[in-house]
Each structure stands twice: as structure tokens, then as C-alpha cells.
């Protein structure tokens, strides 16, 4: 199972940092992909990072949001945590997130991913 965290509240301009973490596999072995579904709105892709640490965005969020994972545990691929660095927030950003684990790879589709969490809802407003 995968578990996001670290949605909230949060006023236009200002950061969020989401967290994706996992139970039952090991999640370096695999990539992450964030989506989102915003009220009324089918859901999108936002962004993923491979096994390997390569990094993809949507156009939309791209240069205001970052994915990393979790360096300091990388010699422990059952206990990594995958974040995505939300920055320049703006209400058009509301939705609930959605990590993902595909074992074949990063794809903006979301049929491609094995595992999913259960959501985190980011609101943006003043």
C-alpha cells in the first residue's frame, strides 16, 4: 500500500511538501508518479520520478514543483519516501494528490501504475 501525506491549507504563493510512502513492497524499485483530481475535473498527471532518481513534470506545475526522493535511506530501498516540493501554489492548484508505484517506469498515464494511495487534499486559498 502507499500512503500520501501532507496536504493542507495553504494561501496563494506558499509551499506545500507532499509525501509518499509505502507498506508491503519496496518502493525504491519503483517509480512514482503524482496525480491529482481536482473538484469537478477528471484527473491529471502531475509529475514522476523513475527508480533512478529522473524527473518529469506537467507543463503546469513545471519550475514550481520538484520530486526527490529520499537520499539519506537510498542503501534501504524498503524504507524510502518519495516527496513532491510544491512552491508558487495558486488555487488552480487545489485538488486531492494521488501518488503512484509503476514498476515499468514513469508514464503520464495512469493505467501504467501498480499501486496507489488513498489521497491528500491541498487546498489553496486566502
Known amino acids: 500500500q502507499l500512503q500520501a501525506s501532507g496536504g493542507g491549507l495553504v494561501q496563494p504563493g506558499g509551499s506545500l511538501r507532499l509525501s509518499c510512502a509505502a507498506s508491503g513492497f519496496t518502493l525504491g524499485y519503483y517509480a512514482i508518479g503524482w496525480f491529482r483530481q481536482a473538484p469537478g475535473k477528471e484527473r491529471e498527471w502531475v509529475s514522476c520520478i523513475s527508480s533512478g532518481g529522473t524527473t518529469l513534470f506537467a507543463d503546469a506545475v513545471k519550475g514550481r514543483f520538484t520530486n526527490s526522493r529520499d537520499n539519506a535511506k537510498q542503501t534501504d530501498n524498503t524504507k524510502q519516501t518519495v516527496y513532491l516540493q510544491m512552491n508558487s501554489l495558486n488555487p488552480e492548484d487545489t485538488a486531492v494528490y494521488y501518488c503512484?508505484?509503476?514498476?515499468?517506469?514513469?508514464?503520464?498515464?495512469?493505467?501504467?501504475?501498480?499501486?496507489w494511495g488513498q489521497g491528500t487534499l491541498v487546498t489553496v486559498s486566502s
Open positions: 503512484a508505484a509503476g514498476f515499468n517506469g514513469c508514464s503520464p498515464r495512469s493505467r501504467f501504475y501498480d499501486y
